[in-house]
């Protein structure tokens, strides 16, 4: 552990604090906003909030949808540095991680696969912009005006559909006015993060910021192989802003982002075998687990390499007071490497030592993806209009290995590839390296199994939706009464091929091979997904809603060995009301009741047995249906106390899903294990039997929802914090709760993690003017255990998990200049 002494000195090379600028990114505008440091009251208070959830600037509480909105002082004090912190925050959503990749569900709806390829459930926008790769939403959180969450299908005021809600990361802004601000966060587990940004006008017609941050932290548990951390952090990050004064109508904003992390986050620790005493479906790492659950015994130590890149450019041409057009186009890149191995165990295993070939696996990621958003908005007397056309192209090549040793194959495979006369040419091709490539001063042979993915998505779409203001259109008594409608068109084209090379039999062969032609499938989905409300504004603090609105979520593939799959699309037919109340200055709440009905679940399984040890099952379910209500409440019973929260009712269970169980041993079928006999086998799942297929779940809850979860959040100004501290002194508290939470659709307790209540504390200092800010936190006070997710690894015949953080502390300092 590093010393104070090293973190002061870390604070004067490099330091963070957090930033907020007015929703036009102006801080003139608003000069309240000017610095980063705002009275907490007023971030939490909804009637005080301004979103863009709906395409223009509005009130938290004049937006007839369900929204939570985050803002900066909020983000950074609680220490809110990934989408995984924010389900503390916002009960209806809930977070879980496997293979390097977010797995975000808002009301029982998300990412429910492990392999790459299809789109999430949940959009993630930064700044209008899409985020196609589950993988890439793992990027931290950094100098952001606040984060928008919005529940429900989204689709007429978003140029990429989603069926179960959009989460909205809305950066801070060029300023009109010289400003920065400079942060360290210091704390246990040697936590060093560090962000700065500055910003202000460069010329009389240009303004500029740049934001800059690094994550750094020992790991939460330590392979005892290798002695090196596993759930550690190394982070790198940075973003560049210039926005152009194209006159008093027009402005360009040129956003350009870049990310790099190496590590060992993520890792996938052991839970249990899948199949407990059936002998020939015994895990490949008996005696080698580690001992300590966060621990992660391994030859090969698990990593991940990522690094992205990003370049935004925002056009926006105000035609007059009423109408705008905005233009936002978009290009991604983003490479990642997964290295694990897939028996979680410190076992190495071999042809030679134990007849098992290893389970070492290598996921490599190489995704590009272009978007282009153009909208029309009218704003006026007569309600509000949004039109707009959008085109998004991604092209995906993943590759994905399963070797014999970690890193560098044996030499043996050569042989067996010639003697089935594969080209050793097409055979490194597929595993992504020359036949030259050396490893340690090893030379790499192909692995056992290799995938080399070719997978794309191209799709456009026209969208809009109307607000009709029927007083001002018709008079008489609708005033307040406002008639929603819109409408989305969407044509998609998904295409997919899947070339790889087996070698069978735990790599003594024969040897399979399935070429880009034998693999390649295309489908076009199209689709037209309605929205029609009301709302009715009664009086300026109250207003009800009812909106209907469908959404889609196109087929995909998915990089599997041999694969020709495209599975059929997620529709979803959703109803929701609502009311927004203040009912006293400092007094809001806010309801939402709604109920939906989901065809075409989209979902991921990986099954024990066959030609690579594992099986991919990518299917549709055919019906989800769902029912809830969520409550949001902020009062001010005194000037120096605030206290806001939120409850969440979930009921979302499958109607029908027929499908196959991978932990019914009667499913796994291995060589060499004898045929079923009732006389001779008296245990029938351990040979295959009656009673192995498909089953049918009915009645059961969907993934990573639990059906109650709720959060309160404190702050009480101390008093005499201006006459004994020049300052003010504010301790806040968040308690979050979430009942059992099911990781798959088959309702077991080893994949789930049972209630929990996680409790947060701070302790925070803020001088007069504004510019010094101290930070005293603990996150998960109780140092709750419980998992974040679970995946049956079938290649190890176990189950893995990654868990919840551990109790963290520390000291935040922050100044503002």
């Known amino acids: 552990m590093k010393t104070l002494t090293a973190a002061v000195a870390a604070l004067l090379a490099s330091t963070s604090a957090y ?420 490893a340690n001063g090893n030379l790499i042979a192909p692995k056992r199994v290799c995938t080399r993915s070719n997978l794309g998505t191209r799709a456009f779409a026209v969208f809009g939706q109307a607000n009709i203001a029927l007083g001002n259109l018709f008079g008489g008594g609708l005033d307040g009464l406002s008639l929603k409608l819109g409408g989305r068109y969407s044509a998609e084209t998904a295409s997919s091929e899947n070339p790889s090379i087996v070698i069978t039999r735990n790599g003594l062969g024969p040897v399979l091979r399935f070429t880009a032609d034998q693999t390649r499938r295309q489908r076009t989905f199209r689709d037209f997904t309605p929205e029609v409300g009301l709302e009715w504004k009664v009086n300026p603090d109250l207003l009800l809603y009812y909106t209907y609105s469908e959404g889609f979520k196109a087929g995909s593939g998915e990089n599997a060995s041999g694969s020709r799959t495209i599975v059929d699309p997620e529709t979803i037919q959703n109803h929701e009301a609502g009311v927004k109340a203040t009912l006293a200055p400092g007094y809001t709440f806010n309801l939402a009741a709604y109920t939906y009905t989901l065809d075409g679940l989209q979902l991921n399984k990986t099954i024990a047995g066959g030609p690579t040890g594992y099986t991919t099952i990518f299917e549709n379910a055919a019906s989800t249906e769902a029912k809830g209500i969520e409550a949001e409440a902020f009062i001010r019973p005194a000037p120096n106390l605030r206290f806001s929260g939120a409850v969440s009712y979930t009921d979302a269970t499958f109607e029908d899903y027929v499908t196959l169980d991978p932990l019914n041993p009667a499913n796994v079928a291995t060589p060499g294990a004898p045929a079923y006999n009732p006389v001779t086998n008296p245990d029938p799942t351990a040979f295959g039997a009656p009673g192995s297929g498909n089953i049918q779940l009915a009645d059961n809850r969907t993934r990573n929802t639990p059906e109650w979860a709720w959060n309160v959040h404190g702050e009480w100004d101390v008093p005499g914090g201006e006459q004994y501290l020049n300052g003010k002194l504010t301790a806040m508290a968040d308690v979050s709760y979430k009942s059992r939470i099911y990781f798959t659709e088959f309702e077991r307790e080893i994949e789930s993690s049972r209630s929990y209540t996680m409790v947060d504390g701070w302790l925070s200092y803020l001088t007069m003017e504004g510019k010094l800010k101290v930070d005293l936190f603990v996150k998960n006070a109780f140092d709750t255990f419980r998992p974040s997710s679970t995946f049956a690894l079938a290649t190890g015949r176990l189950i893995g998990v990654t868990w919840l953080p551990p109790r963290t502390y520390g000291i935040a300092i922050g100044y503002n200049f």
């Open 19 to 438: 930033a907020q600028t007015s929703p036009t990114g102006d801080a003139a505008a608003n000069p309240a906003q000017q610095t980063p440091v705002a009275d907490p009251a007023a971030q939490d208070d909804p009637a005080d909030i301004i979103v863009t959830a709906q395409k223009r600037e509005q009130s938290l509480q004049d937006v007839s949808a369900a929204v939570t909105a985050i803002g900066a002082d909020r983000l950074a004090t609680s220490q809110v540095a990934n989408l995984q912190d924010l389900q503390t925050i916002v009960p209806s959503v809930n977070f879980g991680s496997d293979f390097n990749q977010a797995k975000i569900f808002i009301r029982g709806v998300g990412a429910n696969t492990s392999t790459t390829g299809s789109s999430t459930g949940v959009a993630l926008h930064v700044d209008g912009v899409y985020i196609a790769r589950a993988e890439a939403q793992l990027t931290s959180l950094f100098d952001l005006e606040r984060v928008e969450v919005l529940r429900g299908p989204q689709g007429t005021l978003y140029g990429r559909n989603a069926v179960g809600g959009s989460v909205n990361l809305i950066t801070a802004k060029p300023t009109a006015t010289f400003e920065g601000y400079a942060r360290l966060t210091y704390g246990n587990y040697n936590q060093i993060f560090a962000e700065t940004a500055i910003s202000g006008p460069i010329t009389d017609w240009l303004r500029a910021r740049v934001a800059v941050r690094t994550e750094n932290r020992d790991g939460f548990g330590e392979n005892p192989v290798t002695g090196r951390d596993v759930d550690d952090l190394k982070r790198r990050m940075a973003r560049a802003q210039f926005d152009l004064d194209l006159g008093s109508r027009a402005s360009f904003l040129l956003s350009g982002e870049y990310f790099r992390q190496d590590d060992s986050s993520g890792a996938i620790h052991y839970l249990r075998a899948s199949f407990p005493g059936v002998a020939r479906l015994a895990p490949l790492g008996v005696g080698g687990y580690a001992v300590r659950p966060r621990d992660l015994a391994t030859e090969s130590q698990v990593g991940t390499d990522t690094e992205t890149w990003a370049v935004t450019g925002t056009f926006r041409w105000d035609l007059s007071e009423e109408i705008g057009i905005t233009n936002i186009t978009n290009y991604r890149q983003f490479r990642s490497s997964l290295f694990q191995d897939l028996d979680l165990s410190a076992v190495i295993n071999s042809l030679a030592t134990n007849g098992q070939a290893t389970t070492n696996q290598e996921r490599r990621i190489d995704s590009r993806q272009f978007s282009n958003e153009l909208q029309l908005n009218y704003t006026g007397d007569l309600g509000s209009l949004v039109l707009g056309a959008f085109y998004f192209h991604e092209r995906q090549r993943p590759i994905d290995n399963v070797g014999l040793a970690p890193r560098n194959g044996q030499l043996s495979n050569i042989a067996v590839l010639q003697a089935a006369g594969i080209s050793l040419d097409e055979a490194f091709g597929l595993c992504g390296y020359g036949p030259g490539t050396l």
